[in-house]
């Protein structure tokens, strides 16, 4: 780790786990590490990792029951190793808004630009990106606003609320139980929550959902009805009129313009029209 401010009372907002120079069948446990991680969690860091750094945010157990990259020659060993962790190494990075996983050493550079993107906008990571001669972010090619969730606001029981959003975000969720998570009533619940993420929770909630949402659409062939139900709606035509409210155009014509996939496929029937 290194503090750009060691001798100033603050806190990391933050913090990338590198890739290691060595294997990750050679990684000793790093419980110091690993407890560190979590403590800064918890205080509304943001967690990132590049590669086999992956295998740190493993065993500080933040990333059970959530989808993370690496490298593609690791995935099998992080699955084996932390097998409660959905290993998802097609993508290059994966932002699950409190913990952003990158995949290859070099994914440094699509991690580095994801997190100029969130620091100083949309415009400033194109240039920096034209400055360094390089692609965009895969993920961030969307000429749209981008869900960026609140995790600074000092609330540390809202804090846990959110993370618990995110994780679990494709699950049922109703004020009552999250209310009960904080240990408050729902009305007092409702009042912190937005008071501290500037949303209601079912707002919130949607947000994340439909943040998940447009990444499926982007990297996948899934039909629409089978991503509505694997990112929490069972609805198809709520997810339809949710998504369009959020990003401004249906899920289908998004898939269009900006799918990865929907581009290779386009690029295959060209080829075949020589």
């Not at 990792?49 to 060993?77: M, P, Y």
């Not at 008071?195 to 439909?210: C, D, N, S």
């Not at 035509?237 to 369009?244: E, G, L, M, Q």
């Amino acid at each position: 780790m290194w503090d750009s401010h060691p001798r100033l009372d603050h806190r990391l907002d933050f913090i990338i786990a590198p890739p290691s120079i060595a294997m990750p069948e050679d990684l000793a446990a790093m419980p110091v590490a690993a407890q560190w991680l979590k403590t800064q969690h918890r205080a509304g860091s943001i967690i990132a990792s590049v590669c086999a750094g992956a295998f740190v945010l493993g065993e500080s157990g933040l990333i059970n029951g959530r989808k993370v990259t690496t490298h593609w020659a690791f995935a099998d060993q992080l699955a084996q190793r932390f097998p409660k962790v959905d290993v998802a190494c097609e993508y290059m990075i994966v932002d699950d808004g409190d913990i952003i996983t990158a995949g290859a050493i070099l994914a440094w550079t699509d991690l580095g630009l994801t997190l100029v993107q969130r620091l100083m906008g949309r415009e400033a990571m194109l240039a920096t990106a034209r400055f360094l001669l390089t692609e965009p972010p895969r993920q961030r090619q969307a000429p749209f606003r981008e869900f960026l969730a609140r995790f600074d606001h000092g609330d540390s029981v809202i804090l846990s609320v959110q993370h618990h959003l995110h994780a679990k975000s494709e699950q049922t969720q109703n004020i009552e139980d999250l209310a009960a998570m904080a240990g408050m009533g729902a009305r007092t619940f409702m009042r912190r929550f937005a008071k501290a993420t500037g949303q209601r929770p079912t707002e919130y909630l949607q947000h994340v959902r439909i943040a998940k949402a447009r990444e499926s659409l982007e990297q996948t062939r899934l039909p629409i009805e089978h991503l509505a139900y694997q990112v929490g709606y069972h609805d198809p035509s709520a997810f339809r009129k949710i998504f369009h409210k959020l990003v401004g155009m249906r899920p289908s014509e998004y898939r269009k313009r900006f799918g990865t996939q929907a581009r290779q496929d386009a690029l295959t029937g060209d080829e075949a029209s020589l």
